[in-house]
């Protein structure tokens, strides 16, 4: 089916924000630098520098094999470190490189209460010119798909099952806004790129945004639907069984946040987001998080295609 989507998350072993379970494999989640795949880990090999990952066959000029002492990644090169300063290498017989350990973070809304009830009107703009209603869940309409068809275990295999911590940090997230307390993000019209979210306070990395909602519908249902906001949620090995999130009636402020051009350098360093699919005690859920620190007033980004590339961004400003 050629449906426009805006993205499917990276598979596990393909651009992973942070190790779940391994506390012995210290090197488990990095990617090459080239290609942004972490398939081959055979071939993969970690700067003595800045810890980035390469294929040896993604190289230019390509490596053979992995060298003997230290190596420097094509932007280290030139500018080497004194000795006393060098690392060994970690090696191993799979992936080689990998980040530590990693926590998924509560968002931190403003303290003041004049200042969030501009954020949710901002929002409340939005969504009526959109003429959409506002949802933080995910919702089951009859006559699409029921819930019982959110079924983890059909995933092809381009998931993470969220740790028990991060399903407590999400839960904390779900309680604030049930509180009213907002995530700290203010919807703005911007002439070029239409309605668009930026940060109202800094934001640390790996911090979840939002969740992405909308009403859930069958893949197939869905084929000669021309949206742009159309999400893939669980991508099974079944066509029949495959759902994808519509956020046309009922949304919240993933719906706003802006696509980069991922066919441009300038456009991908726009990226301050990852869209990450997650089974959430059994369930497919979709979550929007910091992948880098973002200063308050930065316009977030994310891109809308992960390992599949259906999406045409070329447009994008």
């Known amino acids: 089916m050629q449906l426009k989507r805006r993205t499917e998350a990276p598979r596990p072993n393909s651009g ?7 506390d012995e494999n210290e090197y488990d989640d990095v990617c090459c630098e ?16 800045c810890d980035k990952g390469y294929h040896l066959f993604c190289l230019r000029p390509l490596l053979v094999s992995v060298p003997k002492g230290s190596w420097f990644c094509p932007s280290c090169s030139k500018h080497k470190i004194p000795k006393y300063h060098l690392r060994k290498r970690k090696r191993a017989s799979g992936l080689v490189m990998s980040k530590k350990k990693r926590r998924l973070l509560a968002f931190n809304p403003v303290e003041d209460p004049k200042r969030r009830l501009e954020q949710m009107a901002s929002l409340a703009t939005a969504l009526k010119a959109s003429g959409s209603e506002f949802s933080n869940e995910l919702t089951y309409v009859p ?10 275990v059909l995933e092809r295999g381009g998931m993470q099952v969220m740790s028990k911590e991060d399903t407590e940090t999400l ?28 940060a109202d306070r800094s934001i640390k990395d790996l911090t979840i945004i939002t969740e992405y909602v909308g009403d859930v519908d069958y893949l197939m249902n869905r084929e000669n639907d021309d949206g742009d906001s159309i999400m893939t949620l669980l991508y099974s090995a079944k066509p029949s069984k495959s759902l994808v999130i519509c956020p046309y009636k009922h949304s919240n402020i993933s719906r706003f946040i802006s696509g980069i051009n991922n066919h441009t350098m300038e456009g991908k360093k726009k990226q301050n987001l990852k869209c990450v699919r997650y089974n959430v005690n059994g369930e497919c859920r979709v979550l929007l998080i910091a992948n880098r620190h973002i200063a308050k007033g930065e316009r977030l980004y994310y891109d809308y295609n992960g390992y599949e ?9």
């Open 34 to 49: 080239k290609c942004q795949s972490g398939d081959l880990p055979e071939d993969l090999i970690l700067c003595d520098k």
């Open 16 to 22: 992973c924000l942070y190790v779940d379970d391994n």
């Open 309 to 317: 590339h259906k999406y045409p961004t070329e447009h994008f400003v």
């Open 171 to 198: 839960n904390l997230c779900k309680s604030m806004m049930n509180r009213g307390e907002c995530p700290p993000l203010m919807v703005v019209y911007d002439p070029k790129e239409g309605f668009t979210v930026e």
């Open 143 to 152: 006559g699409m798909a029921p819930r019982s068809a959110n079924c983890a």
